[in-house]
T-cell receptor
C-alpha cells in the first residue's frame, strides 16, 4: 500500500539555522511522483515541488532543496538559513492506491522558526 | 492568475444540519478534488470530479456528496452533520484528473473551516 511517513512531528529552530524535514515513503509503483506542500496557519496547502521517480538529481530552489534517494525511499526537504516566514506545517505526499487519482499525505511536520 | 477559491472560509453548524461548501478552481482547470483535514486523521481524500462526473471517491459515508458544474466550479455537501465532521475542508484543482500517471499537480485553496456544535 502507498504510505508516507514523516516521523518528525515538530521541529523548532532559531532563525538562520538550516533544517531538514524527513519523508520516507512506501509504494508498489515502479514509476511515481512525490510532492511537498507547505501549510501556513491560513490553511492553504501551498505546492512546493513535484518530483518524478526517474529523476534522482537533487533540486534546489532558492533556500529550499530536496534530496531524493530512491534506494532508501526517502525524499527529504532542507531549508537553508530558515526564516520566521518558513514557520508552517510541511507535508510530503504521493499518489494513493485508489486508482492513483488522489494524494496520500504524511502526517506533516510542524516547523517553528524562532526569531 | 487567481488561485483556488473556497467559500465560506469559516462556518459553524449544529449537529443534524447540512452544509454546502463551494469551490472555484483555477481558470482552465477542469478537475476538482476535495480533502478533509482533521487533527486525528490528517488529510484524507473525499472525491474528485472531472467534466461534471465523479471520477473517484474516498472512504467516506454517503452523507458526503459533491457535484461539479459545467464551468468546473464544484460544491460539496455534508448532510446530517456530526461532531466528527468538524474539520478543514480543502478543495484542489488541476488541469486534468489523476495524479500518478501524468504527474499532474494539484493546487489547493485556503479551505473552509467547519465547526459542528
Amino acid at each position: 500500500a502507498q504510505k508516507v511517513t514523516q516521523a518528525q512531528t515538530e521541529i523548532s529552530v532559531v532563525e538562520k539555522e538550516d533544517v531538514t524535514l524527513d519523508c520516507v515513503y512506501e509504494t508498489r509503483d515502479t514509476t511515481y511522483y512525490l510532492f511537498w506542500y507547505k501549510q501556513p496557519p491560513s490553511g492553504e496547502l501551498v505546492f512546493l515541488i513535484r518530483r518524478n521517480s526517474f529523476d534522482e538529481q537533487n533540486e534546489i530552489s532558492g533556500r529550499y532543496s530536496w534530496n531524493f534517494q530512491k534506494s532508501t525511499s526517502s525524499f527529504n526537504f532542507t531549508i537553508t538559513a530558515s526564516q520566521v516566514v518558513d514557520s508552517a506545517v510541511y507535508f510530503c505526499a504521493l499518489p494513493a492506491d485508489m486508482g492513483r487519482r488522489a494524494l496520500t499525505f504524511g502526517s506533516g511536520t510542524r516547523l517553528q522558526v524562532q526569531p | 492568475k487567481a488561485g483556488v477559491t473556497q467559500t465560506p472560509r469559516y462556518l459553524i453548524k449544529t449537529r443534524g444540519q447540512q452544509v454546502t461548501l463551494s469551490c472555484s478552481p483555477i481558470s482552465g482547470h477542469r478537475s476538482v478534488s476535495w480533502y478533509q483535514q482533521t487533527p486525528g486523521q490528517g488529510l484524507q481524500f473525499l472525491f474528485e470530479y472531472f467534466s461534471e462526473t465523479q471520477r473517484n471517491k474516498g472512504n467516506f459515508p454517503g452523507r458526503f456528496s459533491g457535484r461539479q458544474f459545467s464551468n468546473s466550479r464544484s460544491e460539496m455537501n455534508v448532510s446530517t452533520l456530526e461532531l466528527g465532521d468538524s474539520a478543514l475542508y480543502l478543495c484542489a484543482s488541476s488541469l486534468v484528473f489523476g495524479v500518478a500517471t501524468s504527474g499532474n499537480t494539484i493546487y489547493f485553496g485556503e479551505g473552509s473551516w467547519l465547526t459542528v456544535v
